[in-house]
Nanobody, 116 residues
């Protein structure tokens, strides 16, 4: 059973940084691509980034390109999202998800709020 648990969210000022983490279990982590998706208040799910099995290839949505960096540690079954230069429009519930450009299955999410 796939289990994904996100952490690291919080309240941050515009221009600030956060690092999200996702602990994965219940599947062979190093055999699957992984993704981050987010859902802003009143909006649908938005895919924001994916990373391949070995971490050699990543893709980003235009909305976060150049500001966010996805990474993984296969030895620890962990997925990360480094978020820099945060904007108020980045406010959302952030989920990690199993698969390439995938939104399911996903974890419960961690809330990121960007506000002054």
């Amino acid at each position: 059973q796939v289990q994904l648990v996100e952490s690291g969210g919080g309240l941050v000022q515009p221009g600030g940084s956060l690092r999200l983490a996702c602990a994965a279990s219940g599947f062979t982590f190093n055999m699957y691509s992984m993704s981050w998706v987010r859902q802003a208040p009143g909006k649908g799910l938005e895919w924001i980034s994916s990373i391949t099995i070995g971490g050699s290839s990543m893709e980003y949505a235009d909305s976060v390109k150049g500001r966010f960096t996805i990474s993984r540690d296969n030895a620890k079954n962990m997925l990360y999202l480094q978020m820099n230069s945060l904007k108020p429009e980045d406010t959302a519930l952030y989920h990690c998800a199993h698969g390439w450009r995938s939104s399911t299955p996903r974890g419960q999410g961690t809330q990121v709020t960007v506000s002054s």
